[in-house]
C-alpha cells in the first residue's frame, strides 16, 4: 500500500502517550495521531476518546523525510460528513409586531418603529440632560444627592 499526503486509510491504534495516539497503518507503517487531532472538542485524556486496538480512520497530513507520518482522525471525520444544506428562508408573517399599528392591515413599517424609538430616545436623552444640569445624579456612595 502507498501511502500519500491527503489520503484516507485505516489503521489501529497501538498505544498513547500524553501527546498523541500511535496508530498501525499496516505493511509495518506505523503513525501517530496528536492529541490536538483526536476529535473536534478538547482532548484532556486520549483514553477517553479511543482504545488500543480500536480501527480508526485517518488521515495522512504529512510524511516526514525520516518516514514520521503525522495523522489526523477529526479531518478524517470531516471529509467523511455530508454537506450541510443551505438554509431555506424564512418570512415573517406581517402581523407579529405589537404596540401601535398602522392602518396597512395592521403590520407596522419599519420607518414607523424607527421614528417611534427615535423619539423615545430623544426624550430619555432630554431628561438625562436635565438631571445633570440641576445637580442630580449619584455621589461616592452610592445615594441620591438631596
Known amino acids: 500500500m502507498q501511502l500519500e499526503v491527503g489520503t484516507i486509510v485505516e489503521g ?5 502517550t500524553s501527546f498523541g495516539a500511535f496508530i498501525d497503518l499496516g505493511e509495518g507503517k506505523k503513525g501517530l495521531v496528536h492529541i490536538s487531532e483526536v476529535a473536534n472538542e478538547y482532548v484532556k485524556e486520549i483514553g477517553d476518546h479511543l482504545t488500543v486496538g480500536q480501527e480508526v480512520k485517518v ?13 489526523s482522525i477529526k479531518k478524517a471525520v470531516e471529509e467523511k460528513k455530508p454537506q ?5 428562508s424564512y418570512s415573517r408573517p406581517a ?7 398602522s392602518s396597512d392591515n395592521g403590520a407596522r ?26 445637580g442630580g445624579g449619584f455621589n461616592r456612595r452610592g445615594t441620591n444627592k438631596i
Open 59 to 71: 488521515k495522512i497530513l504529512s510524511i516526514g523525510d525520516d518516514g514520521k507520518i503525522s495523522l
Open 12 to 16: 489501529k491504534v497501538t498505544g498513547f
Open 109 to 134: 413599517s419599519f420607518e414607523d418603529m424607527m421614528a417611534k424609538f427615535k423619539q423615545v430616545s430623544d426624550e430619555k436623552m432630554s431628561d438625562l440632560k436635565r438631571d445633570s444640569k440641576h
Open 84 to 88: 450541510p444544506k443551505p438554509r431555506q
Open 95 to 101: 402581523n407579529v409586531w405589537q404596540g401601535n399599528k
